[in-house]
Structures are given as C-alpha cells and as structure tokens.
C-alpha cells in the first residue's frame, strides 16, 4: 500500500498558540526534485541518440520536463497548521513560543 503524499502530525501552530494538528508534505520530494534533475542532465548527455525516435523518446522527454514544475512546488511546500493554515517553523517549538493564556474574566 502507497503512503500519502501528506502526512498530519502535532506541532507548534504561533498563530493558534498552541500545539495542533499540521499537515506536512512528504518529506521525500526533495530526493524526487534531485532525481528529475539526474534525469534531465542524462537526458542531455544521450540527447543525439534519443532523437532519432520521433515516437516515443521525445514525447516522454517532453513530458519529464513537464513533471518538473509540480515536484517543485511540491518540495518547496511548507508544513501548514490544519486550523488556521499558518505555515509552520519545524524549528520551533511549544517550549519556546508557547505564552500563559490570558484570563478574559479579568
């Protein structure tokens, strides 16, 4: 069975000053965005020979190329807060950020 592209795990929301619920990319879309680049550089390198098939080496080269925007902004994604959607810093956490909440009888 296939993880998800996303995965929800309890971190710091600033916004929300409290630890909830956050939607996370996967973490692996970096090693992908590496490999299209593998791909394409080997693309360029047998780029003489591939070019004699019309059929089927260029539309698929074409295509490669056009899978690069999504896995780009895929691995350019931010992990987001579920509740208020601010983006969050994996950097930081409750301890450091987190204030007493404040008494609204007072």
Not at 48 to 66: G, K, Q, R, T, Y
Request: glycine share 2%; aromatic share 10%.
């Amino acid at each position: 069975m296939m993880k998800p592209i996303v995965e929800y795990r309890r971190a710091y929301c600033w916004r929300c000053d409290e630890v909830m619920e956050v939607r996370a990319p996967w973490p692996h879309w970096q090693k992908v965005k590496i490999g299209w680049f593998t791909t394409i550089a080997v693309m360029m390198l047998v780029f003489p020979i591939l070019s004699s098939d019309f059929c089927v080496a260029i539309p698929s080269m074409m295509a490669i190329i056009i899978a690069g925007s999504p896995i780009f902004r895929y691995a350019s994604e931010k992990p987001t807060c579920c509740t208020c959607s601010a983006v969050i810093d994996p950097k930081r956490h409750a301890v450091t950020g987190a204030r007493e909440k404040q008494n609204s009888n007072v």
